[in-house]
């Protein structure tokens, strides 16, 4: 089975040609993404550590002032991004602002923005469970020789050129698309060399885990309550196994191997839902349809949807094709 010794360098080389843009600029961007992964995975793995090295606000044993892990993380991703002469722009969770890269582009010459989640899930960090960092990458819209605009940030997601996630689970893997499938990388700690190890992954058609925080099933709107009622209702295949972590990244990790829905709704207290569009349902949407799952807001294709805000929300519904449509029959029901 050659695949199982193929790693994400050769693997990057060998479907380069794919790329609808230069070559090389794919092995930078996959190669500045792979580095930071590397370096945040090091730091999540110390988390535990925290209490004994100084906590966050404190200076540590070795004079070092310890920063929370979503600020160390959107740190790490934002220098290996500025330093590969590939990407113009960085939009992150962890930013109110889009940051220029001017250290190694002064010429703005870089064609690329990438926006961030640089650590997803991150209220799992000291309960020692999974965690995460999302990526969206897109051409900018602005000629380059000019600085990046928000212009260049606010596109649809059908627009990326690429995106992925890392998880720093059990073990931490990389999982990606270029818009032909999607693979999964499993890190080797030992050597630091991530290797091929779920090529061409597919959402099951269907599955039978449904993820929702259901503590907030009063607020939410009725088509999403009774689709949860359908979930749990005895008949055929059902009830279903209810499996939320709290991580986007690792429900939907889980739910791609598995088969399954993710849910985050609409409420009464948070009329669009809590996930970001741009850094956390984008990425998600195109890993989903890359994978033969599927994507919506309840009603709209996420794709599709037109930003008109860095931070801005959305409701999300994703995974297994047949499960997300079926949720989306129970929404239509209520327009
Ligand atoms: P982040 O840690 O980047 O702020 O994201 C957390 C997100 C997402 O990963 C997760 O699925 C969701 O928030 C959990 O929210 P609830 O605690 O409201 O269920
Ligand atoms: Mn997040
Ligand atoms: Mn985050």
Redesign the pocket.
Known sequence: MQWKTKTLGEFIIENQAEFQYSTGELSKLINAIRLAAKVVNHEVNKAGLIDILGAAGETNVQGESQQKL?VLANEKFIQALENREIVCGIAS?EETDFITVNSLDENHQNKYVVLI?P?????NIDVNVS?GTIFSIYRRLTPSGSPVTLEDFLQPGINQVAAGYIIYGTSTMLVYTTGHGVNGFTLNPAIGTFYLSHPNMQFPDTGRIYSV?E??YIHFPQGVKDYIKYCQMEEGDRPYTSR??????S?FHRNLIKGGIYM?PKSSLNSNG??RLLY?CNPMALLAEQAGGKASDGHRRILEIQPGELHERVPFFCGSPRMVEKAEEFMGRYP
């Open positions: 979503d969770e989640d650590l997803d899930g991150s209220s965690v925080n503590g907030n939320y972590i709290g991580s986007l990244v429900d985050y809590k996930l956390e």
